[in-house]
């Protein structure tokens, strides 16, 4: 059943019952435990990502590999980062594998792309807290594209850390949507620093957002996080 | 890596936002009247906008509209008959042609004079929305479901947290639907509850349906947002309330069907009428009895919430009667009008509303539990205070789910 279902994918496409891939579905969860059945599983799902089957197919495929991909995929998965219809859905699996190579795929994806597509990939580090990404990061919250700018500040308000404050601090977006996402990050950041007992750091990255500038709703943040740095 | 959500941030949020609270507004301010903006004279409504007016929304505005205490200014929605109707609504309200609408839920949102949103977009929409309002300081009544994934709920707490805003979820039915059955329950009159079973489904299906042309009444790349690209279909985005196929609420990267569509209402009621509304079970058992699947949450107090046991009935309760318990007041909106009324109320004066964004989420996390329970077959333990599954690595890649681009969460 496994096989028939796994040769229906070549053509599978959108308006095909999805019930002739029931038996992959089920393979994922049976597998489990089984190392090698599962390492099975996966390389005959990821080869799928290099012949030609349809959009549809390799969406589910990544779907799959978002449930039981290893580090053996994500060069396949890397390979679609590239690929404006297929970037997300390769991202729909190197998010969620936990593998230090999916992270560095993506690390080393967001060289390769521009745009929207890129947004999208530092959205995924940003999730994972990839604390490696943090100087790439930096460098792109004064992106001519205000979306990626924004992108990176989220994602830097994600990992939270102290360089990810400085960071944004340092970088003082100017372009209004992402000049918003920093102070944002900035304010989850501090929230990260004064939870871990760094008041110093924290009243610091507060003492920066302060401005009569800045919207009510960021002044009661900031006030906020300032009282509670000067309490025990 | 590292996907959890930050448990430190959130403590922080939690005790900073008891310890600020004299620094919040203590009574309704309008928009108007603060900060520098130039403005008219201020007025004594709340100024609201809406977001997603198909069948649930188009009832939340009419809910909104009539209020005295409401001014309503602005509509939003992807499709171009719904935004007409929602605008047309108001201008009727209103006999004047002023209500803005728009398609794009940011220019909405960015707007300085609008003091609170509600929001009934699809589900996979919900948690960017939410959090983008508040980042734009407005208050938020947000359409059950209120998440589509685990990692979204403390995502939306953070935010409301941070920027002092009142998130109301939005399931009118947790307190209007199982009154009596809460009076009983909080009254005393189960005794100690030992459980409490929902039945509720289905799950969310993948949707594969084949595409048609888009019409050109619909933004489409809008629609779908954050969710995987995918051809448009009208069985696809239509907003019947079906869960079989054949409207968006059936489909899993829209929603998780039944289980969390009317769960937010059997799930919220049991948790509410058990008195279990501020934890999240420690433990979901996926059972498999004489071909029968069910799971059983576990709370940490000992309470069990079965989903689906075999042979009892909704919201079935199993405790010992005739045990002397003391009852307990049962909580109840504040403010005149249900549970929008509630929401104004909160609003108003900043108290947290009767559905907090809190309570909703851990309503909604008893359903995507479930759901991954199912989805795994085996039993998982769910560490709240983390938010993550313990020893199942496989389990955590479920929590979330990659946004497509340009959208960021």
Sequence with gaps: MLELALEALKTYDWGTDPKVLLPIDEAVVTTYGNAGARQDLEAKLAACLTTGVSRDAKDYVCRKLMVIGTAESVPTLAGLLTDKDLSHMARYALERIPATEAAQALRDGLAKVSGATQVGVIGSLGVRRDTASVPALAALLNNADASVARAAAIALGDIGTAEAAKALTDGKPTAPEAKQAATDASLACAEDLLASGKKAEALAVYKSLVGDGQPKQVRLAVTRGMVACAGK | ?409
């Design chain 2, 1 to 409: 890596m590292d996907h959890k959500t930050n448990p430190s941030r959130r403590q922080f949020l939690q005790t900073a936002g008891a310890a600020g609270a004299a620094l919040a507004v203590p009574y309704f301010v309008p928009a108007s009247s603060l900060g520098n903006d130039e403005r008219a004279a201020p007025s004594e409504r709340i100024v609201m906008g809406g977001i997603g007016i198909g069948n649930m929304g188009s009832g939340d505005q009419n809910a909104f509209k009539g209020r005295n205490d409401v001014q309503y200014v602005a509509v939003c929605d992807v499709r171009t008959d719904k935004r007409d109707a929602a605008k047309g609504n108001i201008d009727k309200q209103y006999n004047n042609t002023d209500c803005k609408a728009y398609v794009d839920f940011r220019e909405l949102l960015a707007r300085p004079d609008i003091d609170a949103v509600h929001i009934a977009t699809p589900d996979h929409w919900h948690a960017l929305m939410v959090i983008e309002a508040c980042r734009n300081g407005k208050d938020v009544y947000c359409q059950k479901p209120e998440t589509r994934t685990l990692r979204e709920g403390p995502l939306m707490i953070e935010a409301a947290r941070r920027y002092g805003r009142m998130v109301s979820g939005g399931s009118q039915r947790v307190l209007e639907d199982y009154r009596d059955m809460v009076a009983k329950s909080w009254g005393g009159e189960f005794g100690t509850i030992k459980s409490i079973n929902v039945n509720v489904g289905p799950l969310s299906q993948i949707c594969n349906l084949p595409a048609e042309s888009v019409p050109s009444n619909i933004d489409w790349e809008l629609w779908l947002g954050p969710a995987p690209w995918a051809p448009y279909n009208p069985g696809r985005c239509d907003g019947n309330f079906g869960t079989g196929g054949g409207s968006w609420r059936s489909y899993v990267d829209y929603s998780g069907g039944g289980m969390t569509d009317w769960g937010a209402h059997h799930f919220g009621g049991a948790t509410f009428a058990v008195d279990v509304r501020e934890l999240q079970p420690a433990e979901v058992a996926y059972n498999d009895e004489k071909g029968k699947n069910y799971v059983t949450l576990r709370y940490p107090n000992g309470l069990l919430l079965h989903h689906n046991y075999p042979d009892r009935a909704n919201l079935q309760i199993e405790g010992t009667p005739g045990e002397k318990r003391e009852p307990k007041p049962v909580p109840v909106y504040k403010g005149e009008g249900g549970i929008y009324g509630d929401f104004i109320h909160s609003v108003k004066t900043r108290e947290k509303p009767f559905r907090d964004i809190e309570l909703a989420v851990n309503t909604v996390v008893v359903s995507h539990l479930a759901t991954i329970a199912y989805q795994l077959q085996r039993t998982l333990k769910w560490d709240a205070a983390k938010q993550e599954f313990t020893g199942d690595e496989e389990a955590n890649r479920l929590c979330d789910r990659a946004r497509r681009e340009p959208w960021v969460l």
